[in-house]
């Protein structure tokens, strides 16, 4: 009997020991590395980097094109890294985007690493992204210098002993935006808008993180504010109705729901270059005879945030964070500050929490959906 214990408790331990290993190869994800704008050099020489807890990561096996010898040792798995004396230039590498995004991805998984990486002898944090071993540019300092130059919005590591190149030219394009449906994604919506200031501020929260949202515009805004108006549509928002008047729907004759939809539409078509595709009615009132004479997808919302009530940013900020889950859709107002300061807190979040931040009907596409004009939406799930 004791036998038979002893036997099954080391029977136990060994398929611990292996189910740990093979756990621990599988890589669990441990967090998301993401897109960033921010260019990483060596002496000048871009190097592709991702942002992981806001700071600039780059690739170790990569530094041996940048002036360091990348040793493995296989026995520990450990991964060395240390200056190359013999490096006279940095040669770099060919393809790397100059607005510091590698190969076009947008979020990655952080996964679980065994490795361990050490920067002349000194044990440092690594990332195992895409099977990569990656290491903080802050890494380096024992090395070289680290300096953040807020002009370029560049992380630039300085190696003395190597001469520097010219800097390329910072690229200026439109950084390529694309929804991965297989990622979780949210649809913020604003109503009321377009409206100084606040829709200003919240198209700069957007822009900053290349990010879209749905506008649920009053026709008459639009004709009041073109400017800001012309802003959505440069920053590719989608545009909804929510009529020309904000009047309530349900109310009205037949004649003013589709004078107020096609105003709207026509405001639209004219300032921003894009029509209504989908509505959204004020006071959220509708019924089957406003759906149908309006004859556009009617989208509500899963996400209240009731910032027109409660007028506090906090409240606003934990609502969305602490509730949404993939594919719903928030509801939300561009015409008050305190919703322009959640938002600028709201985006960065979510996206730290693996959240594609799309429009409404780009969630709809990524998971198959086609929006029928009078049916109604609150979710896509
Ligand atoms: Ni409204």
Known sequence: MQKKRLLFFIVCVVLCIQFSAVSAQNGDVVGTARYTDIVAYVNNRPIASYNVNGYTVIVAEELVHYGFLVEWNESDRSLWIVRNPEAET????????????????????????????????????????????????????????????????????????????EKPPVYEGEIPYEVDPYRPMVALTFDDGPFPYTTERILDTLQYYNSRATFYVVGSNVRAYPEIAKRLGEQNMQIGSHTFNHIKLTEASDGVIAEEIIATDQATREVIGVGTSTMRPPYWVSNERVRRVAGLPVVTWSVDT??????????????????????????????????????????????????????????????????????LYSKIY
């Open 306 to 375: 009731l910032d027109w009530q409660n007028k506090n940013a906090d409240v606003i900020f934990d609502t969305v964070v602490n509730n949404v889950r993939d594919g719903d859709i928030v509801l939300m107002h561009d015409t008050m500050n305190c919703t322009a300061d959640a938002v600028a807190r709201m985006v960065p979040a979510l996206i730290d929490a693996g959240f594609q931040l799309v429009t409404v009907e780009e969630m709809a596409a990524a998971r198959g959906w086609t929006l029928e004009p009078g049916v």
């Open 90 to 165: 940095i040669e770099g590498m060919s393809g790397v985007c100059s607005y510091g995004q590698h190969d076009g991805l947008k979020y990655a998984d952080i996964l679980e690493t065994d490795i361990r990486t050490y920067v002349n002898g000194n044990q440092v944090t690594g990332f195992n992204i895409g099977g990569q071993t990656m290491i903080y540019l802050n890494s380096l300092t024992c090395v070289g210098v680290v300096k953040w130059n807020a002009e370029d919005r560049a992380a630039e590591l300085v190696l003395g002993g190597i001469s520097m190149i």
